[in-house]
């Protein structure tokens, strides 16, 4: 089977990367790979498959450390092989993302908002501004936080885990006239930094068109490097993800290039995941042997994967 020679310069540029967040691709790792095959993984067969990447075992081993210290891991010893999963915090905090990494297309918008005031917080307001910010939340206005849409699920998990449900106040909103949505958009751009997020979409877009390009005119995919372009091209989106807001069409610029970064992003998922698919299966181990299948949730991705 081929093997690209841009996926291997891929895997270079990101080799090259300083300072190597070596605990954000493992996190990647685990939510796109291994949480649809059983949740566990022998660490060896995390270390063999992220060398390529340029995480040694040694950066290996002291990124799982910290993400265990942190409570993203947890870690089961059985001989002298230990195997690594998901915490349930963990789970959660990735699932929040992964419901927007994995979206067929943006939801309509109803016109709907969701406000957030969070006044009587303490110690704990930075860091719920931040998880806010990664749901997609902005600052619409001084002391108040705005996410467009009526879908409390991910705020309420976070509310909850932060301890924080009655120190803060959530209200509705709805945008009336056609009028107001004009000016919204105006605000949005700067509210929500959308040139500094066009500008990182737009990045993405010329650094993964022409992969598209290649791996359309291979044919058969080299199994290891349909898992390297899978793991890569989900990590570097939800990287942009974490800074994105959701906002709807309404309230962003024409051609949006966040709308063209999630379709050239589910058109690479769809041509290398059973490759990547084929690769997990025979490489990485669990507790029990060889990983099992994906689990039945793996082929809503995207609208859809083949193969269910």
Known sequence: MAKLKCIESLLQDFQSQRPMRGGSLIVSVFGDSISQHGGSVWLGSLIEALEPFGLNQRLVRTSVYRLTQDNWLTS???????????????????????????????????????????????????????????????????????????????????????????????????????????????????????????????????????????????????????????????????????????????????DWAGKAALNLTANIYKATYSGAEAYLLGLMENADGKLPKADAGFYSRFGGLEGN
């Open 76 to 254: 089961v010893q059985i001989g002298r092989r230990s195997y690594y999963s998901f915490t349930e915090f963990g789970l959660r905090q990735y699932q929040k993302t992964a419901r927007r990494i994995y979206s067929a297309s943006r939801e309509k918008w109803d016109g709907q908002w969701t406000l957030l005031l969070p006044a009587y917080v303490g110690a704990e307001r930075d860091e719920l501004i931040r998880e806010l910010r990664w749901l997609g939340y902005g600052a619409l206005t001084a002391g108040v936080l705005a996410r467009p849409g009526a879908d409390r699920r991910s705020l309420d998990e976070t509310l909850q885990e932060l301890g924080v449900v009655d120190q803060v106040v959530v209200l509705s909103a709805h945008t009336e006239e056609l009028a107001s949505q004009g000016v919204l958009k105006q605000m949005s751009q700067a509210c929500w930094h959308l040139d500094e997020l066009e500008e990182r979409y737009s990045d993405f877009l010329k650094r993964f068109r022409p992969i598209m390009t290649a791996v359309n005119k291979s044919g058969s995919l080299d199994p290891e490097q349909c898992f390297q372009l899978r793991t890569l091209i989900i990590h570097e989106y939800r990287r942009i993800l974490l800074k994105d807001t959701d906002l709807p069409d309404d309230l962003l610029p024409t």
